[in-house]
């Protein structure tokens, strides 16, 4: 999954960037009050690792299919 698929994915389960830095971003999910931070390397695959971590990080691993 690329950066851009994973933001689509995030906005669609209702995660928010709450700060960006020069190679990360840190997303929210609001209703949880959970955060992550995320690589921002565009056109590249996240590790599976990296991307498992981030959905169980903002609490949305029940509802995220990679």
Aim: charged content about 25%.
């Amino acid at each position: 999954m690329t950066y851009a698929e994973l933001t689509r994915r995030r906005l669609e389960l209702g995660c928010l960037p709450a700060k960006q830095g020069s190679h990360h971003e840190i997303w929210i999910n609001p209703i949880l009050g959970q955060t992550t931070a995320i690589p921002r390397h565009y056109g590249k695959d996240i590790p599976k690792g990296t991307l498992s971590k981030i959905v169980k990080d903002l609490g949305v691993a029940d509802h995220f299919r990679h």
